[in-house]
């Protein structure tokens, strides 16, 4: 049993177990109901607690159903009902949890959290999202990029807007699955250097610029973000920073022809991306949301040694 906190924790190859799992289990389920069993039930009697200190829909709807799907079952826990909004650590919360459930799956700001409960937890720990990255997001993204016909290696990764957390998990990827990243931000929002210098290491090239237009020159697949992540300071100075990195029409004609629009939602459609290009033929967002459940299921059956 392992913990995914980041995708470095799993490696490039266990990346592509996952993501051959998730294909193989998506198309065997064709035309089933969301609820029903996978045929070979592999997680029957495992337990997942979800445990949230940021709002959810998708990794909430996800995980819930993706232990539902192979056989399994989910709590959930929030700061406001859980004693960890009244003061109960995390290193306990980790203890106590491990002698109820079989995984921990937390969804939370600092970093250093979720690696207090991987350090204290005696069962597998899987990062739903904090401010530092969001690895269980770009599993579905990479499933989403491959079932639009787009070869991983190589690939042209065009990012406009915050050099955020998930912009962090994107870099990761990078550099386990060897494709390009130009990344488009305003002076003094780029990306973490760790993340950046991780990619470049790799071999990969990744490009930090201001021009959007250059950034999306012949690109395979054009990705944003919310400019704002909840909770977040200052927000009418960054988002007058941000306007000029607007996911529009121009900006897509610009990519290559058969290029993809991805975005983890919610989207805030009029600012990070307008209406036309969310709602257009390009865009694949809620192919990319659906395919949150079948990368979690992949990332599940992996943190507990059940796939090759």
């Avoid at 929030?78 to 650590?89: A, H, M, V, W, Y």
């Avoid at 250093?112 to 069962?123: D, F, L, N, Y």
């Avoid at 904090?130 to 269980?136: A, L």
């Avoid at 993809?260 to 390009?282: K, M, R, S």
């Amino acid at each position: 049993m392992a913990a995914f906190l980041d995708l470095s924790d799993a490696g490039g190859n266990a990346i592509a177990a996952m993501l051959d799992d998730a294909i193989a289990r998506k198309s065997a389920r064709s035309g089933h109901p969301k609820g029903q069993v996978d045929s070979d039930a592999p997680l029957a009697g495992h337990v997942l607690a979800m445990v949230f200190e940021k709002s959810s829909t998708r990794t909430r709807a996800s995980f819930d159903v993706a232990m539902r799907q192979l056989g399994g079952s989910a709590l959930v826990l929030d700061s406001g009902t859980s004693q960890l909004g009244r003061g109960e650590s995390v290193a306990d919360t980790a203890r106590v949890l491990s002698r109820m459930v079989d995984a921990i799956m937390m969804r939370t700001d600092d970093h250093a959290k979720i690696e207090e409960m991987a350090r204290h937890a005696s069962v597998p720990v899987i990062n739903g999202l904090t401010d530092r990255s969001h690895p269980c997001q770009i599993v579905a993204d990479l499933l989403t990029m491959i079932e639009k016909g787009k070869a991983l290696p190589g690939l042209e990764v065009a990012w406009f807007g915050d050099g955020n957390n998930v912009l962090h998990s994107i870099l990761e990827a990078a550099a386990l699955m060897k494709f390009n990243v130009r990344v488009a931000t305003p002076a003094g929002y780029e990306p973490e250097a760790e993340f950046v210098g991780m990619a470049r290491d790799a071999g990969c090239e990744v490009t930090l610029m201001q021009d959007a237009a250059a950034a999306a020159s012949a690109a395979d697949v054009i990705v944003t973000d919310t400019w704002v992540s909840m909770g977040q300071a200052d927000s009418e100075t960054k988002l007058a920073a941000m306007q000029p990195y607007c996911v529009d029409a121009e900006l897509m004609k610009r990519a290559k022809s058969d290029a993809i629009f991805l975005h983890c939602l919610p989207a805030h459609v009029g600012d990070e991306v307008t209406e036309e290009v969310f709602e257009g033929v390009q865009s694949v967002v809620f192919d990319e949301a659906e395919n949150r459940i079948h990368a979690q299921k992949s990332i599940l059956l992996w943190c507990f040694g059940k796939l090759a």
